[in-house]
């Protein structure tokens, strides 16, 4: 669980058993409870099983991959691949390589539907580059209308 889960979550739940004692029926506090269970089970982070070996690139999110394809960069030739999350999916992200992280780079923005095309330039983003052993990945996280912030507490030089 993330931190932010336990903030909204008991502060819903304190909210709750306000309203019960206020007015002395549970009815009342229903609704704060159903937004503290939602809370609680978005902000999960549930352990994965990541592979090991040589070479390996694992996703780096759950969702749905919308997009793979090659583009051209000033620093070459890049495969981008897009994963949307939906508000079901598990919002933690993970890296996808072991490594050190050699750039972050934060962008404030908008917070444009995700499914608009130009909310990958507009919107809210943290463009994070990792290199590990003979591979360099570079990924975007990129806020959206409902997920409206990005969290990342790493910094250059963090594996």
Same mark, same amino acid.
């Given at each position: 669980?993330?931190?932010?889960? +336990?903030? +909204? ?52 999110a759950d969702g749905l991959v919308t997009e793979t ?16 999350? #939906? ?17 972050v780079r934060y962008q404030k923005g908008l917070y ?10 507009? #919107?809210?983003? #943290? ?25 990342? #507490? +790493? ?5």
């Open positions: 669980m993330v931190r932010d889960g +336990y903030i +909204y979550g008991l502060s819903l739940l304190a909210v709750a058993g306000a309203l019960a004692w206020a007015t002395g029926s549970w009815l009342w506090s229903l609704i704060p409870i159903l937004l503290a269970a939602f809370f609680l089970w978005f902000f999960r982070d549930p352990q994965r099983a990541i592979p090991t070996g040589e070479g390996l690139v694992v996703s780096p394809v090659s583009i051209d960069t000033p620093e070459g030739p890049r495969q981008r691949i897009s994963i949307f999350l #939906n508000v079901f999916d598990v919002h933690v992200n993970r890296t996808p390589i072991s490594g050190v992280i050699t750039g444009l539907n995700a499914m608009n095309p130009t909310c990958a330039e507009r #919107n809210e983003q #943290n463009i994070v580059t990792v290199r590990g052993e003979g591979i360099e990945i570079v990924f975007k996280q990129i806020a959206g209308l409902i997920a409206r912030r990005i969290v990342f #507490n +790493y910094r250059e030089g963090d594996s």
